[in-house]
């Protein structure tokens, strides 16, 4: 038969047969090794199967995210003990069916009411002043009343929490006790005092002036890159600074330290407005440059660095 025949009954060429019939063979000894393989390393594969890895792991237990829900065991009831002594004190147990008096027995079921008449228009408000936990989710709220007359009384309220912190009841009578002493002021640190006309103690002035009653442009007091928020209603129309002093001994100096000195300096202004004149008191820390003190941190207000400024 010619090439020629052989092409048109679609027989393939010899060649290309024994290429394929190689490339078979070829593919059957490969096919073999990788059982043989699998084979071997069956038991190994099998191993890495089952042991857990570190994202199985991970997976089976996922970090809490941002947004879970946590409940606080020891939230402080001091907010409760408020309503309750204010709904206490106003109502009586002779109307046991006015607002006050249902109010309080919401919040505390086996407290009485007390026996008062007029008991509504005596207190003025209830404030928590101090709160103890003890065992088993016992507290002790202690609430200042204020009264009409300007009178305040003191009474330690018995709240029990529950243990998810978020449910609270008034276990017994609030019963009056002392107030809190008064706290020893510590000796300040802002022992060096400056005089009222130097640099320092006049560019304080000239801030606290501009800033106070609006009236010029705060950013030309404020070191570079400090910026402070403007302050809103206020009517102040001046100031008198009644004492100003500070930490370090650099702030009393007669002429401007060094560039990136700072001074930390606490002043004691009195404000006037339409009203009359307000005691009132600054901590500010000042940064010297180029020959002048300029504001860098103002605890009073908000005010923050960043960029630059020459």
Avoid: N
Avoid at 111 to 116: A, E
Avoid at 160 to 182: E, H
């Amino acid at each position: 038969m010619s090439a020629a025949t052989g092409s048109s009954g679609g027989e393939a060429p010899p060649m290309a047969a024994g290429v394929d019939l190689a490339r078979m063979r070829r593919q059957v000894r490969l096919g073999r090794w990788g059982v043989w393989a699998a084979l071997a390393c069956g038991p190994l594969a099998l191993a890495v199967a089952v042991m857990p890895s570190p994202t199985a792991k991970a997976a089976a237990a996922p970090e809490p995210s941002a947004g879970t829900v946590r409940t606080a065991a020891a939230a402080d009831p001091s907010g409760y003990a408020e309503l309750f002594l204010a709904a206490w004190l106003r109502s009586t147990a002779s109307d046991e069916s006015s607002a006050q008096a249902r109010l309080a027995q919401a919040l505390a079921p086996s407290v009485p009411l007390p026996q008062s008449a007029g008991a509504q228009s005596v207190l003025e408000r209830a404030v928590a002043v101090r709160s103890a936990q003890h065992e088993g989710g016992q507290w002790s709220v202690t609430v200042a009343a204020q009264y009409a007359d300007f009178s305040v009384r003191y009474f330690a309220v018995p709240v029990v929490a529950d243990a998810s912190g978020g449910s609270f009841t008034v276990t017994g009578a609030p019963g009056q006790v002392a107030g809190a002493a008064s706290a020893k002021v510590p000796e300040s640190a802002y022992g060096v005092s400056l005089p009222a006309k130097g640099l320092l103690a006049s560019t304080v002035a000239e801030f606290l002036r501009t800033y106070l009653t609006g009236l010029g442009e705060v950013d030309r007091y404020l070191a570079p890159g400090a910026k402070l928020a403007a302050l809103s209603g206020t009517s102040y129309t001046d100031l008198q600074v009644e004492q100003a002093s500070a930490i370090e001994e650099a702030a009393a100096a007669e002429t401007v330290p060094a560039d990136g000195t700072q001074a930390r300096v606490r002043v004691q202004i009195k404000a006037q407005d339409k009203a009359g004149a307000w005691p009132l008191a600054y901590e500010l820390t000042l940064t010297a440059r180029a020959g002048r003190w300029e504001v860098s941190a103002f605890a009073t207000a908000s005010i923050a660095g960043g960029g630059g400024r020459s």
